[in-house]
């Protein structure tokens, strides 16, 4: 598609339930991001992948949290035995190259509208 | 890792009148600098970056920022407000070379008054 595309738009699960969010990235973009949004702040970032591999998965809060991106484009952000503190916005972006690398990169990011995510 | 400070959580100006939206970093180099708009149930939208050059940005809708590397600054401008400009704001830093992730400030939320 012309954009990232995230589904679920939203999600409403029971504490303790495993949850799944997918990530649709522009095509051709080789780096792709997962943020979490909570009310009232900013996205923090939880994992970035560049091509099949996370390069930086230190945002992720636990052992809760997994990401995949077996073929390099789509990918799923996998939460284990959900709690309530885990509501939040699940924002998906990707990139062309990346924001870091070399000067001719220039690091935009194309985000998706977000999974919301309500934990009860 | 870098890191981003928007002091100001929330801001209101009148329709027209001019507006600065404060953005501080922390960053042992150079960095890469965006500001992103997000309008309510929309997604984040670029609206301009900086990342070498000419350090006064201009972007979309009017915007421009510019980029004080004594002040560790990159605050967002506009001469004229529209009431279509309320919004969240948020100011983001990107590395170079190392870590690819990108740390996004707080944000500021725009309201603008008739």
């Known amino acids: 598609g012309a954009g990232v595309s995230q589904t679920p738009s939203n999600k409403v699960t029971e504490k303790g339930k495993y949850v799944e969010l997918r990530c649709d990235p522009i095509?051709?973009?080789?780096?792709l991001y997962w943020y979490r949004q909570s009310l009232g702040q900013g996205p923090e970032f939880l994992i970035y992948f560049q091509g099949t591999g996370a390069a930086d998965d230190s945002g992720l809060p636990n052992d809760r949290f997994f990401a995949v991106r077996p073929e390099g484009s789509v990918s799923t952000l996998k939460i284990q035995r959900t709690e309530r503190g885990d509501s939040a916005v699940y924002l998906c972006?990707?990139?062309?190259?990346?924001?870091?690398?070399?000067?001719?990169?220039?690091?935009?990011?194309?985000f998706g509208e977000g999974s919301r995510l309500t934990v009860l | 890792a870098q890191s981003v400070t928007q002091p100001d959580i929330h801001i209101t100006v009148s329709e027209g009148a001019s507006l600065e939206l404060r953005c501080n970093y922390s960053y042992g180099a150079t960095p890469y600098l965006f500001w992103y708009v997000q309008s309510p149930g929309q997604g984040l939208q670029l609206l301009l970056k900086y990342f070498s050059g000419d350090t006064l940005v201009q972007g979309i809708k009017g915007f421009e920022a510019e980029f004080k590397r004594s002040q560790s600054s990159f605050n967002l401008r506009k001469p004229s407000v529209h009431w279509s400009d309320a919004a969240e704001y948020f100011c983001?830093?990107?590395?170079?070379?190392?870590?690819?992730?990108?740390?996004f400030g707080a944000g500021t939320r725009l309201t603008v008054k008739p």
């Open positions: 983001a830093v990107g590395a170079w070379g190392g870590n690819n992730d990108m740390r």
């Open positions: 095509s051709g973009h080789t780096a």
């Open positions: 972006a990707s990139s062309l190259t990346g924001t870091g690398g070399t000067r001719v990169n220039t690091g935009e990011l194309f």
